[in-house]
């Protein structure tokens, strides 16, 4: 028997994600500063680890139904009604990525095109063509902002979502409305569905981000989760909220593939959504600025306004990022190279959601590399 006959051809072209590397290179090393993956570094808040407790210890462990709980449902309804005053419909997923995964599942069939911003969050390209679809990337640099021409301008008959995400991974750039708006009018004008991805949104530090709900609800698919906002990464919620059409069918297919969403982890979402996490947030931006001033007099970048990433270029002197990273890992210091995002190989992520003083041992090895660069 040859395994390798039974592999599928759409997955060869898959790689390993090279943000999962970095985590697993993480772990062979002694004391490395790691600056690469992108997790909250503060713990779940004690509202939420009480909530999921008392669920699993009052035996709700079994499965929810397909969209969730209703009483989830009914709270996520209420916050949505009152930032958008939009009433749509709604499914709990496994993970924003879960219902990224549906909503691609249910809506591309083979060929279709999915345009993504150029860099852009990993799974993306990947997801699309895991459904069949072709992922075209649109070329952000060198600002990092929307552009929406070039969305228009890459526009073909075979277009059927644009994917957007605001604050992007791996930038941290948090686009401009008038922006996000004259996007919808691209989606709009050609017929296309809106995939806004949300998952940073409470994660601002510059005043709040823009949604595509705002400019175009009746042609937008919002996913958002707790993951990043309050610390909830590994414990996979999140949600989708859109037209019913689409919705209904995501639902049918999450009954097929993940079936539902953590039980006991839609309580914690619910204790989660009455819980603040204004002081987590204000310490982050703390973080922000401690990192920008940093590296700004050495490195070329865009401030971030949300999220918990930079995304420098590398020095002069570099062929690429991944030559940079592989010096850095000489000094026990982990990034992640800009081609995990991007056709181009010119910058590098730095996750900043870390201790300051991890932040300060990382800026000064990055500072030496680069004088040694242009030495």
């Not at 823009?210 to 949600?239: D, N, Q, W």
């Not at 490195?299 to 020095?315: K, Q, S, T």
């Not at 932040?359 to 040694?372: D, H, M, T, V």
Request: with cysteine; hydrophobic share 40%.
């Amino acid at each position: 028997m040859t395994p390798r006959r039974f592999i599928a051809d759409h997955i060869a072209g898959i790689g390993s994600s090279g943000i999962r590397r970095m985590f697993d290179l993480g772990a062979t090393l002694t004391d490395p500063i790691n600056l690469s993956i992108g997790q909250p570094d503060y713990p779940v808040p004690e509202s939420i680890k009480t909530a999921m407790i008392r669920a699993i210890q009052t035996d709700r462990n079994g499965y929810t139904v397909t969209r969730g709980i209703p009483e989830l449902r009914q709270r996520i309804a209420e916050q949505i009604k009152a930032e958008f005053d939009w009433a749509p419909d709604l499914l709990v997923t496994s993970g924003l990525s879960g219902g990224l995964l549906l909503a691609l599942m249910a809506c591309i069939n083979p060929g279709d095109e999915v345009l993504i911003g150029d860099p852009g969050f990993v799974s993306y390209r990947h997801l699309v063509r895991l459904v069949g679809g072709v992922p075209v990337p649109v070329d952000l640099y060198e600002d990092f902002q929307l552009h929406p021409e070039r969305f228009a301008a890459a526009v073909t008959k075979r277009t059927k979502i644009v994917i957007v995400s605001s604050p992007s991974n791996p930038t941290g750039v948090v686009h401009r409305p008038e922006e996000v708006g004259a996007l919808a009018e691209v989606a709009r004008t050609h017929d296309l569905l809106l995939l806004s991805d949300e998952i940073y949104s409470q994660l601002c530090y510059d005043g709040p981000g823009p949604s595509a709900v705002r400019y175009a609800p009746e042609r937008t698919i919002l996913l958002r989760g707790f993951g990043k906002s309050h610390s909830m990464t590994g414990l996979r919620i999140g949600y989708a909220a859109g037209p019913s059409e689409i919705i209904t069918e995501m639902a049918k297919l999450q009954q097929y593939t993940f079936v539902c969403a953590p039980h006991p982890v839609q309580y914690g979402a619910l204790a989660a959504m009455d819980t603040d996490m204004s002081r987590q947030v204000a310490d982050y931006r703390q973080k922000r600025n401690l990192v920008c001033d940093e590296l700004e007099s050495i490195f070329d970048f865009v401030r971030p306004a949300g999220g918990f990433y930079v995304f420098p270029r590398i020095p002069a002197g570099f062929s690429s990022s991944t030559s940079f990273i592989e010096q850095a890992v000489l000094r026990k210091l982990l990034l992640i190279p800009g081609e995990v995002f991007s056709r181009r190989d010119t910058h590098f992520r730095i996750s900043y959601a870390v201790s300051s003083e991890t932040i300060r041992a990382g800026c000064r090895i990055l500072r030496s590399l680069a004088g040694n660069a242009s030495g």
